[in-house]
Protein backbone atom coordinates (compact mmCIF):
# COMPACT_ATOMS: atom_id res chain seq x y z
CA UNK A 1 0.00 0.00 0.00
CA UNK A 2 2.90 2.49 0.22
CA UNK A 3 3.04 5.34 2.70
CA UNK A 4 -0.20 5.22 5.17
CA UNK A 5 -2.62 8.40 5.22
CA UNK A 6 -2.20 10.09 8.49
CA UNK A 7 -5.19 8.56 10.33
CA UNK A 8 -6.42 11.68 12.18
CA UNK A 9 -7.57 13.11 9.08
CA UNK A 10 -10.42 10.90 8.57
CA UNK A 11 -13.08 8.21 10.77
CA UNK A 12 -15.75 6.56 10.99
CA UNK A 13 -18.52 7.92 13.54
CA UNK A 14 -21.58 5.71 14.95
CA UNK A 15 -24.07 7.63 17.47
CA UNK A 16 -26.36 4.90 18.97
CA UNK A 17 -29.64 5.76 20.49
CA UNK A 18 -28.83 4.49 24.58
CA UNK A 19 -32.69 3.81 25.47
CA UNK A 20 -32.82 0.55 22.47
CA UNK A 21 -31.46 -2.37 23.67
CA UNK A 22 -28.20 -3.58 23.13
CA UNK A 23 -28.52 -6.70 21.13
CA UNK A 24 -31.16 -4.66 18.65
CA UNK A 25 -28.18 -1.45 18.89
CA UNK A 26 -25.44 -4.06 17.49
CA UNK A 27 -27.53 -5.61 14.88
CA UNK A 28 -27.80 -1.98 13.68
CA UNK A 29 -24.46 -0.85 13.83
CA UNK A 30 -23.80 -4.10 11.88
CA UNK A 31 -26.31 -3.19 9.16
CA UNK A 32 -24.92 0.64 9.06
CA UNK A 33 -21.95 0.01 8.57
CA UNK A 34 -21.98 -2.99 5.73
CA UNK A 35 -24.06 -0.12 4.52
CA UNK A 36 -22.20 2.92 4.75
CA UNK A 37 -18.83 0.75 3.17
CA UNK A 38 -20.87 -1.09 0.49
CA UNK A 39 -22.15 1.91 -0.56
CA UNK A 40 -18.85 3.90 -0.52
CA UNK A 41 -18.41 5.47 -4.18
CA UNK A 42 -14.93 5.55 -3.19
CA UNK A 43 -14.02 2.50 -1.11
CA UNK A 44 -10.01 3.06 -1.33
CA UNK A 45 -10.35 6.36 0.62
CA UNK A 46 -11.66 4.23 3.77
CA UNK A 47 -7.89 2.15 3.31
CA UNK A 48 -9.14 -0.92 4.45
CA UNK A 49 -5.67 -2.90 5.20
CA UNK A 50 -4.73 -6.69 5.54
CA UNK A 51 -3.29 -7.67 8.24
CA UNK A 52 -0.54 -10.47 8.32
CA UNK A 53 0.80 -12.65 11.28
CA UNK A 54 3.88 -14.43 11.61
CA UNK A 55 2.13 -17.46 10.54
CA UNK A 56 1.42 -15.74 7.31
CA UNK A 57 -2.55 -15.82 7.91
CA UNK A 58 -4.08 -12.77 6.79
CA UNK A 59 -6.58 -11.03 8.71
CA UNK A 60 -8.46 -8.90 6.05
CA UNK A 61 -10.57 -5.20 5.09
CA UNK A 62 -9.52 -3.26 8.76
CA UNK A 63 -9.89 -0.13 8.33
CA UNK A 64 -6.66 2.22 8.81
CA UNK A 65 -8.98 5.05 10.42
CA UNK A 66 -10.62 5.30 13.33
CA UNK A 67 -14.02 4.00 14.38
CA UNK A 68 -15.78 6.04 17.13
CA UNK A 69 -18.92 4.83 18.76
CA UNK A 70 -20.95 7.63 20.46
CA UNK A 71 -24.07 7.68 22.76
CA UNK A 72 -26.92 9.86 22.12
CA UNK A 73 -29.30 10.43 24.81
CA UNK A 74 -32.38 10.08 22.21
CA UNK A 75 -34.11 9.17 18.44
CA UNK A 76 -34.39 13.28 18.54
CA UNK A 77 -31.01 13.72 19.06
CA UNK A 78 -29.73 11.31 16.41
CA UNK A 79 -32.75 12.67 13.91
CA UNK A 80 -30.74 15.97 14.19
CA UNK A 81 -27.06 14.71 13.64
CA UNK A 82 -28.88 13.27 10.18
CA UNK A 83 -30.32 16.51 9.39
CA UNK A 84 -26.24 17.64 9.86
CA UNK A 85 -24.80 15.45 7.96
CA UNK A 86 -27.29 15.82 5.09
CA UNK A 87 -26.39 19.60 5.03
CA UNK A 88 -22.78 18.96 5.32
CA UNK A 89 -22.14 16.14 2.57
CA UNK A 90 -20.97 13.75 4.60
CA UNK A 91 -21.84 10.04 3.95
CA UNK A 92 -23.84 8.27 5.97
CA UNK A 93 -27.00 5.23 6.61
CA UNK A 94 -28.78 5.39 9.77
CA UNK A 95 -31.15 2.56 11.46
CA UNK A 96 -34.85 3.12 12.36
CA UNK A 97 -37.57 0.97 14.45
CA UNK A 98 -38.84 0.20 10.88
CA UNK A 99 -35.91 -2.04 9.61
CA UNK A 100 -36.54 -4.34 12.23
CA UNK A 101 -40.52 -5.38 11.55
CA UNK A 102 -40.94 -8.85 9.45
CA UNK A 103 -38.90 -9.14 5.88
CA UNK A 104 -37.18 -6.76 3.92
CA UNK A 105 -39.87 -5.70 1.72
CA UNK A 106 -41.88 -5.32 4.58
CA UNK A 107 -39.65 -2.95 6.29
CA UNK A 108 -39.22 -0.87 3.64
CA UNK A 109 -42.91 -0.16 3.17
CA UNK A 110 -43.30 0.26 6.97
CA UNK A 111 -40.32 3.17 6.77
CA UNK A 112 -42.38 4.27 3.22
CA UNK A 113 -45.60 4.26 5.35
CA UNK A 114 -44.12 6.33 7.97
CA UNK A 115 -43.37 10.10 8.27
CA UNK A 116 -39.98 11.22 8.75
CA UNK A 117 -40.69 12.79 11.93
CA UNK A 118 -42.59 9.50 13.30
CA UNK A 119 -39.24 7.42 12.90
CA UNK A 120 -37.71 6.15 15.62
CA UNK A 121 -33.71 6.07 15.13
CA UNK A 122 -31.33 3.56 16.48
CA UNK A 123 -28.34 5.27 14.82
CA UNK A 124 -26.46 6.34 12.47
CA UNK A 125 -23.18 5.64 10.97
CA UNK A 126 -20.94 8.79 9.25
CA UNK A 127 -17.40 7.97 7.28
CA UNK A 128 -16.05 11.76 6.45
CA UNK A 129 -13.45 14.06 7.24
CA UNK A 130 -12.43 13.88 11.22
CA UNK A 131 -13.12 17.78 11.83
CA UNK A 132 -16.09 17.97 9.90
CA UNK A 133 -17.99 14.89 11.87
CA UNK A 134 -16.40 16.30 15.30
CA UNK A 135 -18.06 19.64 14.38
CA UNK A 136 -21.26 17.66 14.31
CA UNK A 137 -20.70 14.92 17.12
CA UNK A 138 -18.94 17.34 19.70
CA UNK A 139 -21.66 16.99 22.51
CA UNK A 140 -21.67 13.80 22.63
CA UNK A 141 -19.67 10.98 24.37
CA UNK A 142 -18.23 7.74 23.96
CA UNK A 143 -21.03 4.83 24.53
CA UNK A 144 -20.09 2.32 27.29
Same mark, same amino acid.
Given at each position: MGSLPDENTW *? &??AVLNRKIETGKLMNALG /? @??VGLAGG? =? +?? =???CFLQYKDK !? #??? /??NISHFPFIVLSANNSNQI? +? $? *? $?ATLNSGIKFTDFTSTMTVGTSQEQ @? !???NSTYETDLEYYGICMFGRTDEIKEITKKF #?? &?R
Open positions: *R &FT /H @MTY =E +NP =EKM !D #SGI /HPR +N $I *R $I @M !DTT #SL &F
